[in-house]
């Protein structure tokens, strides 16, 4: 009889407790010394486990990460031309871009009688400028802002960048297309910046450039030409004179690009200085070298934009 009644107390089930008394026993069970159900010794063994199990997984990720950075250039680019996702022809992008509420569009539409309207314009291309302006007299520049900006130099044809060093790009030579004129956007004769993203007939206009280039200098035509027409018939009665500030290409000495502080993509302006007005004007700017192919569905070493003036 004493054994059965001891197996009976044995199966005997705990005491109910309240909801406020569990879940303090849950937090601390002085009976069995356990903290959220787990003993001392269990919280021990599993942090001891997390702790081994990620610090494995870190060195592993830390020592992947290091055999990964063995195989980069901190100059280069490990994968380059046709080798490379971006491929072996340049394209050209421009600015100012419309904003970013129409993303999808390349219309530079604005009226040049309403102050706030062009504004707009010319103030994303005085964002877009901001790294290629010099430092104002007096201002204080970080130490290593400082040493970007001594980095560069005055470069020129048949006198490229030093080892190391990277070519300035002075904005006073994109005269009339400048900040001060607002790039004549109030004007009626607004200017486009153009950019090679990437390290066929020629029209007639650059053909006579090239050739005087030739007859001036035979060191210019180390440069990536740039032409820029109406796409149809319409756009080009439309289209007006333009002109190319300041050369008519990206100068050859930019190129190639060697990732050397403070290094500066070369920029040319495109001004368009009687455009006709009222009107949609369709306009493709075309980089032209022996490497450069041309492919207007693809955008390959073009790049198409609208230009519309009220």
């Known amino acids: 009889m004493e054994d059965k009644s001891k197996v009976d107390q044995y199966y005997t089930p705990p005491p109910k407790l309240g909801k406020w008394e569990a879940f303090s026993t849950f937090l601390w069970n002085s009976e069995t010394g356990q903290f959220l159900g787990r003993t001392g010794s269990s919280w021990a063994k599993i942090l001891l486990f997390y702790v081994i199990f990620y610090g494995v997984l870190t060195g592993f990720f830390g020592a992947m990460l290091a055999v990964f950075y063995q195989t980069l250039d901190h100059k280069a680019p490990k994968w380059q031309m046709e080798k490379s996702l971006i491929g072996d022809n340049p394209g050209l992008g ?45 201002s204080m520049a970080s130490p290593a802002v400082q040493q970007i900006i001594e980095n560069r130099m005055h470069c020129d044809y048949g006198k490229p960048p030093a080892p190391g060093k990277a070519c300035e790009v002075d904005l006073e030579k994109f005269s009339p297309c400048t900040g001060p004129k607002q790039y004549m956007y109030p004007d009626y004769q607004p200017c486009i910046f153009l950019k090679l993203n990437k390290a066929t007939n020629m029209p007639n206009d650059l053909k006579a450039r090239i050739k005087g280039a030739k007859m001036r200098n035979p060191e210019e035509l180390q440069t990536i030409w740039v032409s820029c027409e109406g796409e149809n018939p319409a756009d080009i009665e439309n289209i007006g004179p333009i002109q190319y500030k300041p050369r008519s290409g990206f100068p050859g000495f930019y190129f190639p690009y060697t990732n050397s502080p403070g290094y500066l993509s070369p920029l040319v302006a495109v001004w368009f200085e009687s455009p006709k007005r009222n009107v949609l004007i369709n306009i493709e700017c075309k980089a032209w070298a022996r490497n450069i192919i041309h492919d207007r569905v693809d955008r390959r070493g073009s790049v198409h934009f609208e230009l519309m003036i009220d």
Do not use: C, H
């Open 94 to 138: 421009f600015r100012p871009m419309p904003p970013v509420s129409n993303v999808e569009s390349t219309l530079i539409w604005y009226k040049a009688s309403n102050k706030g309207n062009y504004e707009n314009w010319s103030n994303a291309i005085d964002k877009f400028l901001e790294e290629y302006q010099p430092p104002k007299p007096g």
